[in-house]
């Protein structure tokens, strides 16, 4: 089908041809080459919070407050002013069409942390259950370093003593059911340690080495589905208990037999301790699949993420590498875990070769996402983007030996760490990659505009994104990052510049289509 510039062109062509089947949402996102954000209102005045993200579904804008203590929700509006004049276009926006209230409606405030300011929000972390537009929200004490281990705790791994996973209905902000955790720890930096698919939620405890798997009821309730740990089965922990009943308590007839022992009432013998004598239900899992020529070498459960319902990717490695944001720079192991058999299918170091061909062949089965999301089925991967394909390619050619295990670092993928906005379709447009791309991450501010150009000819430049005139008059010596939030389907997009190592209030710029 020919495409031209004109958008009215193209709604035309639209009326008249049929797209191929299964191409029918392809189709309709080339519209987007036409509606991009085009124009911008640099350093908004807008309320000092930390803007986390959109909702995957477009409804709602999530946010905290500066001190960590509240969640704030906003509807995204589209710009709506009158204009008196003859020619509107040539005249600038009015005062006050350029606020962020312009664009975006307080929905409501609500309160998750403690009073007294020990406890605070996450703000890195946020999963939103879209087919009940529920959100997803973490609480925590500080973190304590250097605490000794206690019982099946791992040593070097610090411990929060309180984490509350709060379960929030967005439409209105009330608080449905909560999840605490004392004494433990859960790598929420990027949503690392939680993975949501569907309607269940997985969370990875490092320091007590244990994966919850819970359930999201459509009543609002969170439910324990199992532990996968010390235990796999939900019989194992009863069958052990009974094997130490055994041992502890043999035959009496016999007892009286055993020199040196108390036997009145049966209250003196000892039992043994299973942490010194058994690993983990997880680990006798690995081990035994070591032990059948993969590796000899056990290592410490980190992150986690679903594949499917029954199968989860887990990293094994080291604790520095489980508690440090370079992740890549540790040698781990990745395992994939049958929940409902107990057993270990596949086993692979972080620099496997085969590893490595299978990503960079189906990227999209390691990007799980839940299947009430349909925009995240059309996120951009080296798996179903021939360009996205050829950039990765060029990058290997040209890079060290350690190419393959910087890539595979990053498994297990964060959940829902990527935008399915349109503008990062990379079939539809090109932008440098180092400035901006889909992933939720910060990157270093650029004095320079980010460009997104057109993928087909005549290769057009569309439209840009700039920091403003902030970022040009900086001090060299203050170091800044950017993050940009871009709405799932809206020519609609945030960009937020922070000083870091400064309290100083937060750049935002909002770019839209004029």
């Not at 392809?26 to 959109?54: G, H």
């Not at 609002?220 to 502890?248: K, P, W, Y």
């Not at 875990?337 to 061909?357: C, D, G, K, P, R």
Request: net charge neutral; hydrophobic share 35%.
């Amino acid at each position: 089908m020919f495409r031209r510039n004109n958008i009215a062109s193209r709604i035309f062509q639209r009326q008249i041809y049929t797209p191929a089947p299964g191409t029918s949402v392809y189709c309709a996102r080339r519209f987007y080459e036409n509606l991009v954000p085009s124009c911008t209102i640099y350093d908004v005045e807008c309320p000092d919070q930390s803007f986390r993200k959109f909702t995957d579904d477009g409804q709602y804008l999530i946010s905290f407050s500066r001190n960590q203590q509240d969640l704030v929700v906003y509807r995204p509006t589209w710009l709506s002013f009158s204009c008196k004049e003859e020619d509107c276009d040539a005249h600038d926006l009015p005062p006050k069409a350029k606020r962020f209230e312009s664009f975006f409606t307080h929905l409501y405030s609500v309160s998750l942390a403690s009073c007294n300011g020990n406890e605070l929000i996450c703000k890195d972390f946020f999963l939103y259950v879209e087919s009940n537009q529920y959100g997803i929200i973490a609480t925590s004490t500080p973190s304590i370093h250097d605490a000794a281990a206690n019982g099946a705790a791992i040593q070097g791994v610090p411990y929060v003593e309180k984490l509350t996973f709060h379960l929030i209905r967005l439409e209105d902000g009330v608080i449905l059911d909560v999840k605490v955790f004392h004494n433990d720890f859960v790598n929420l930096t990027h949503n690392m340690g939680v993975f949501l698919y569907d309607d269940l939620l997985a969370i990875a405890s490092l320091r007590n080495q244990t994966i919850h798997i819970l359930q999201i009821r459509d009543s609002g309730n969170l439910v324990d589905v199992r532990a996968i740990g010390a235990f796999c089965r939900e019989d194992d922990e009863l069958f052990l208990n009974s094997n130490a009943q055994c041992i502890a308590f043999p035959d009496k007839s016999k007892l009286h037999q055993l020199p040196g022992n108390n036997v009145q009432n049966g209250t003196h013998l000892s039992q043994p301790n299973q942490e010194d004598s058994l690993l983990s239900g997880i680990k006798q899992r690995l081990l035994s699949f070591i032990f059948q020529g993969i590796s000899n070498e056990e290592k410490d459960p980190a992150l986690v993420q679903f594949l499917d319902r029954q199968h989860l990717l887990i990293k094994f490695g080291s604790v520095d590498g489980g508690v440090s944001r370079n992740a890549d720079q540790h040698t781990a192991f990745l395992a994939v875990y049958n929940m409902e058999t107990t057993e270990i299918v596949a086993f692979y170091q972080n620099s496997a070769e085969e590893l490595y061909l299978l990503f960079e062949r189906f990227c999209d089965h390691f990007h799980t996402a839940s299947k009430n999301s349909v925009s995240m089925n059309f996120v951009s991967s080296h798996s179903n983007n021939i360009h996205a394909l050829e950039q990765i390619r060029s990058v290997k050619s040209k890079a060290s030996s350690q190419f393959m295990k910087k890539m595979l670092g990053s498994l297990p993928y964060s959940c829902q760490s990527l935008s399915p906005s349109p503008y990062f379709d990379q079939s539809l447009f090109r932008f440098d990659e180092k400035l901006i791309s889909a992933s939720d991450r910060p990157r270093q501010s650029t004095d320079h505009p980010i460009k997104f150009i057109l993928r087909r000819q005549p290769c057009s430049l569309k439209f840009k994104i700039k920091l403003g005139p902030e970022a040009g008059n900086a001090d060299g010596r203050t170091k800044k990052i950017a993050s940009f939030l871009f709405h799932p389907f809206l020519p609609l997009a945030l960009s937020i510049q922070q000083t870091l190592f400064l309290q100083q209030p937060s750049v935002v710029n909002i770019h839209f289509r004029g």
